[in-house]
């Protein structure tokens, strides 16, 4: 079975830009999840998508947004980038049902975001 | 809102010696705990869950974990500890308040010491 696979795995932006990252899920799963991870500490929650649609989200403002494809693919995207926004992004998928929310995240390697 | 704590930055342990990494829990309700892995520069890998029964917990790579509900600790144990176990360790729970949402905890760094 293939794994989570993120793309790109590093890029440099500047202040004020729009980034698009994306995720290929595991093979059989149907659920995305995307972390945030900052130098030096744990992944925080951005959002999760199930059956195309946002199903929950953390403490991000809008300009953090995301989409979720018929195959389960996922793109994170993020606009008017700021410094703080400098971090490792990294794209978890699950299979979940309506009942079951969250199960064991199979994590892809990241992307890592460096703005200017 | 359910959340985790690891109360210590880093672990020192010699190889061979057993090692602990601690992890704390407040959750409302049963806890769904986890453990997950980060070497550098990859992604966080599954180790074990705690969902209901056995209070020993056993997982990949030799790691187990107890779970003591007086306590409210989920700690993460392993007999004999290897070069190769020098990593990034989180603990996580599963977050009914926030959609059944997997929380992470800020992570504990694992030095074995040759």
């Known amino acids: 079975e293939t794994g989570v696979t993120q793309s790109p795995t590093h890029l440099i932006k500047t202040r004020g830009q729009q980034v698009t990252l994306r995720c290929s899920s595991q093979s059989g799963h149907n659920t995305v999840s995307w972390y945030q991870q900052a130098l030096g500490q744990g992944p925080q929650f951005i959002f999760q998508y199930y059956r195309e649609e946002e199903n929950g989200r953390g403490n991000f403002p809008p300009r953090f947004s995301g989409l979720q494809f018929p195959n389960y693919s996922s793109e994170l995207n993020v606009n008017a980038l700021e410094l703080d926004d400098s971090a490792l992004y990294l794209c978890?998928?699950?299979?979940?049902?309506?009942?079951?929310?969250?199960?064991?995240?199979?994590f892809g390697a990241g992307s890592r975001l460096t703005v200017l | 809102a359910q959340s985790v704590a690891q109360p210590e930055d880093q672990v020192n342990v010699a190889e061979g010696n057993p090692l602990t990494v601690k992890c704390t829990y407040s959750?409302?309700?049963?806890?769904?705990l986890f453990w997950y892995v980060q070497y550098p520069n990859r992604g966080l890998q599954f180790l074990l869950k705690?969902?209901?029964?056995?209070?020993l917990v056993k997982g990949s790579y030799g790691f187990e974990a107890e779970f003591n509900k007086s306590q409210t600790s989920f700690h993460l144990k392993k007999p004999s500890a290897l070069v190769s176990d020098s990593a990034l360790y989180f603990c996580a729970v599963r977050d009914i308040a926030r959609d059944d949402k997997i929380i992470f905890g800020k992570g504990t760094r694992l030095h074995i010491l040759p």
């Open positions: 705690y969902i209901t029964g056995d209070n």
């Open positions: 978890a998928s699950s299979f979940g049902t309506v009942l079951s929310g969250a199960n064991v995240l199979t």
């Open positions: 959750v409302s309700g049963n806890p769904y």
